[in-house]
């Protein structure tokens, strides 16, 4: 059972709309993760997040934006859809501090976006 | 920087083959070293995990040895099901940041 919820699972939706993507954990989790993985199945970071108020950019450069207001949530924004940004996109959280270095990630299971 | 290879799939096999899937990685000091499962329509779920040298991971049937000598955390187990059938990727962090340096991943098809 995941304990890290993606919403919506899928959406197909016109070029120009303004789009969030929701990420929700419950774990208490401080950092956060978004990943854009190409039909080929590679992964890309594209934004983390340490902490509330915290968000940077990942390797992957990307045209959305994040924001990190509350410790169990970690929207994704794209202001205006393109068709390039049709994609599986995934969120992941872990846990992080003294004792606990590398934990792993826990992914959601996605949404797949698809932009006409 | 580091990085992570994997060998190319697809791997198709029969069931109650043996299964190994390479994995090498390039990195400085000593980092943790991950197998992520992805299932058709899912997110990726931590298959196993490997911290520090001739460490071993095991889950499900599947195991992966932290091999520091050689800077590789092969995949393998000794007689996949029909339900392993997934992407399997392998993955290294290093440091606090707990960022995560995944290979392409390898898509594995098991049939009857």
């Known amino acids: 059972e995941a304990d890290i919820y993606q919403t919506p699972r899928y959406l197909v939706i016109g070029t120009g709309k303004k789009i969030t993507l929701e990420c929700s954990q419950t774990m208490g989790h401080d950092k956060m993760y978004w990943y854009q993985q190409d039909p080929g199945m590679e992964l890309h970071l594209i934004h983390y997040s340490y902490g509330v108020n915290s968000t940077e950019k990942g390797d992957l450069s990307s045209e959305s934006t994040v924001s990190r207001i509350r410790t169990e949530h970690f929207p994704l924004t794209l202001e205006s859809a393109r068709p390039s940004h049709t994609s599986q996109y995934l969120c992941?959280?872990?846990?992080?501090?003294?004792?606990?270095?590398?934990?792993?990630?826990?992914f959601g299971d996605g949404t797949r976006l698809s932009i006409l | 920087g580091n990085s992570v290879t994997q060998m190319e799939g697809p791997v198709t096999l029969s069931e109650e083959a043996f299964l190994t899937i390479n994995c090498t990685y390039t990195a400085t000091g000593y980092p943790s070293l991950f197998w992520y499962v992805q299932y058709p329509g899912e997110g990726l779920q931590l298959l196993l995990k490997?911290?520090?040298?001739?460490d071993k991971g095991s889950n499900k049937g599947f195991e992966a040895t932290y091999r520091k000598e050689t800077t590789s955390f092969h995949l393998e187990k000794g007689s996949v099901q029909v339900s392993d059938s997934a992407v399997y990727f392998c993955a290294l962090s290093q440091g606090g940041s707990e960022k995560l340096v995944f290979g392409k991943g390898t898509k594995l098809t098991v049939n009857p």
């Open positions: 490997a911290t520090k040298a001739d």
């Open positions: 992941a959280s872990s846990e992080y501090g003294q004792g606990v270095r590398n934990q792993p990630q826990h």
